[in-house]
Structure formats: structure tokens, C-alpha cells
């Protein structure tokens, strides 16, 4: 997993559509609002594909039976002996119950994961076009070098829809990056990196490499947020407004269109 504090990137911006209260909330107490996967645009987004054609091979059948019963509930437990019969014996079974295991995957995902996305891109046109209002929202620029912004993780972009297979079971740590950071590489012009936290319902206590959010927002450090910039149809008087009144040490800047070909540019 590739962080952009390993990278030399300096500064990474988030897109978001113009909200006042939103952008007064961020300024006022240094904080950004992370964002559950069950809300994100692409559908194959931290969801995870397990190959169930696998188990007609005995020996990962064998792995998969072992998985599955390591990750039954307590009143599971009962039945274990009963199931790993059949899981062994009836294939179908164990496909379905694959296939079961999948969408429980997924709803645990949305469940505990909650994300910020970042790009080092502040000029996107697709970007302004999907996640900043059309133009009419705000991009807000970070300090790369910050503790939190530079843990950020950078987005893998795939042909193909990775399947994670019974062999890389004992290797989580492989694991988690193809359910959390792979996309399909229609998606690369993102460039996209991303700051993982847990759900506060999820993990009680925040750890040194794993933030945890509170009612999905997350604090950030001092200085981590250097500058909002305005898209070109945006409403600059109201953003250099409020940041002039909240937090007027931050730098206010706007995207401009050019006139002469298809690009942005961003001016003080």
C-alpha cells in the first residue's frame, strides 16, 4: 500500500459541493466529514468478489470450510459439526454460502469503514463535473506532510474485478487493500488516495496507524487545511465570506476557465 507521505506529493484536495453550514462546521472546528462506502458512486466499491468456482478443488474447499468456521457466531457454534459436513460434502451449499458471506462482507464494510477521498489533482475538469457541484462547489487543499492527510492510501485502479481466493486467507493484510483501495480503471483519472478510519460504533479507541471517526467526522490537525478554492461557477464573495470570518488565515482562491481550450487553472 503506497501512502502519499512516501510519495512527493505536497498538497491533496478533497471536492465537495458548497454547503455553508458544512464549510462553517470545517473552518470553526477544524474537522472534515468522512464518508461511509455505502454512499460512494461506484457500486463495486468495497465490495468484495470471492471466487465460489474455486471450491471444486479439495484442497481450498478445505480452506474455505476452515475460514467459514472460524467466522461463526457463538449460537453458530452449535451447529459446527453439522455444517462443516456439509459444506465438505454439498458444493452448492457452500457456493450459496459463499455467496451469502459476500453481502455480509459488503454491510460489515459499510458498516465500520468510513473514508476520505483526496486527489493531487485541483484542476480536474471531471472532478469539478461530479463532486464539485458542477463547478458551482468548493475544493479544499490539504497539507500532504499533516499526520492524517499523509497517511492517505493511493486508490488501485484494475481491469479486471479482483477475486480474492482461499489461498490469501492467511494473508489479511494482502487482504484488506484489494477490498478497500482497488477500483476499476474507468476510475483512474481520480488519482485518488484515501484516508481510512472506523466507525466510533465500530472501534471504541483510536489507535497509532487506524483513526476513528465520531459521528463520521474526524479532527484534524493544526494547519492541515492550507486553502479553499472556489470553482469557476461557484459563489466566491460567499466563500471568501465565511472563511474570512472563521478562519482568515486560510487562503481563498478560485478556479477560472480558459477561454481558449478545455482547461483550469487556479488563481488567488
Same mark, same amino acid.
Given at each position: 500500500?503506497?501512502?502519499?507521505? %512516501?510519495?512527493?506529493? $505536497?498538497?491533496?484536495?478533497?471536492?465537495?459541493?458548497? &454547503?455553508?453550514?458544512?464549510?462553517?462546521? $470545517?473552518? /470553526? &472546528?477544524?474537522?472534515?466529514?468522512?464518508?461511509?462506502?455505502?454512499?460512494? &458512486? %461506484?457500486?463495486?466499491?468495497?465490495?468484495?468478489?470471492?471466487?465460489?468456482?474455486?471450491?471444486?478443488?479439495?484442497?481450498?474447499?478445505?480452506? @474455505? *470450510?476452515?475460514?467459514?468456521?472460524?467466522?461463526? $457466531? #457463538?449460537?453458530?457454534?452449535?451447529? !459446527?459439526?453439522?455444517?462443516?459436513?456439509?459444506?465438505?460434502?454439498?458444493?452448492?451449499? !457452500?457456493?450459496?454460502?459463499?455467496?451469502?458471506?459476500?453481502?455480509? /462482507?459488503?454491510?460489515?464494510?459499510?458498516?465500520?469503514?468510513?473514508?476520505?477521498? !483526496? $486527489?493531487?489533482?485541483?484542476?480536474? *475538469?471531471?472532478? @469539478?463535473?461530479?463532486?464539485?457541484?458542477?463547478?458551482?462547489?468548493?475544493?479544499?487543499? +490539504?497539507?500532504?506532510?499533516?499526520? *492524517?492527510?499523509?497517511?492517505?492510501?493511493?486508490?488501485?485502479?484494475?481491469?479486471?474485478?479482483?477475486?480474492?481466493?482461499?489461498?490469501? +486467507?492467511?494473508?489479511?493484510?494482502?487482504?484488506?487493500?484489494?477490498?478497500?483501495?482497488?477500483?476499476?480503471?474507468?476510475?483512474?483519472?481520480? =488519482?485518488?488516495?484515501?484516508?481510512?478510519?472506523?466507525?466510533?460504533? #465500530?472501534?471504541?479507541?483510536?489507535? =497509532?496507524?487506524?483513526?476513528?471517526?465520531?459521528?463520521?467526522?474526524?479532527?484534524?490537525?493544526?494547519?492541515?487545511?492550507?486553502?479553499?478554492?472556489?470553482?469557476?461557477?461557484?459563489?466566491?464573495?460567499?466563500?471568501?465570506? /465565511?472563511?474570512?470570518?472563521?478562519?482568515?488565515?486560510?487562503?481563498?482562491?478560485?478556479?477560472?476557465?480558459?477561454?481558449?481550450?478545455?482547461?483550469?487553472? /487556479?488563481? #488567488?
Amino acid at each position: 500500500m503506497r501512502r502519499a507521505a %512516501d510519495s512527493a506529493i $505536497t498538497c491533496l484536495y478533497h471536492y465537495e459541493a458548497f &454547503n455553508r453550514d458544512r464549510l462553517k462546521d $470545517t473552518l /470553526i &472546528n477544524q474537522r472534515v466529514h468522512f464518508s461511509s462506502p455505502q454512499h460512494f &458512486n %461506484d457500486p463495486w466499491d468495497c465490495h468484495p468478489w470471492f471466487d465460489a468456482t474455486e471450491v471444486l478443488d479439495p484442497v481450498l474447499r478445505s480452506k @474455505w *470450510v476452515r475460514f467459514l468456521e472460524r467466522h461463526l $457466531t #457463538a449460537d453458530q457454534e452449535q451447529t !459446527l459439526a453439522a455444517k462443516y459436513f456439509v459444506w465438505q460434502e454439498d458444493i452448492p451449499f !457452500l457456493q450459496r454460502t459463499i455467496g451469502h458471506m459476500i453481502d455480509s /462482507i459488503w454491510q460489515l464494510n459499510a458498516d465500520r469503514w468510513r473514508m476520505y477521498c !483526496l $486527489t493531487p489533482h485541483p484542476t480536474s *475538469v471531471l472532478m @469539478w463535473s461530479h463532486y464539485g457541484d458542477k463547478h458551482r462547489g468548493l475544493c479544499l487543499e +490539504f497539507d500532504a506532510t499533516a499526520a *492524517v492527510i499523509g497517511r492517505a492510501l493511493q486508490v488501485r485502479y484494475q481491469e479486471n474485478l479482483p477475486a480474492i481466493s482461499a489461498s490469501s +486467507f492467511d494473508d489479511w493484510g494482502a487482504i484488506a487493500p484489494s477490498i478497500l483501495l482497488d477500483k476499476s480503471i474507468v476510475w483512474a483519472y481520480e =488519482d485518488e488516495y484515501r484516508v481510512l478510519a472506523r466507525d466510533s460504533k #465500530a472501534d471504541a479507541l483510536p489507535t =497509532d496507524f487506524l483513526p476513528v471517526t465520531g459521528k463520521d467526522f474526524l479532527p484534524l490537525p493544526v494547519g492541515a487545511l492550507t486553502a479553499v478554492i472556489a470553482g469557476c461557477n461557484a459563489d466566491l464573495d460567499a466563500v471568501t465570506s /465565511i472563511v474570512q470570518a472563521h478562519a482568515p488565515s486560510i487562503r481563498v482562491q478560485r478556479c477560472v476557465r480558459a477561454h481558449n481550450k478545455y482547461a483550469l487553472s /487556479i488563481e #488567488a
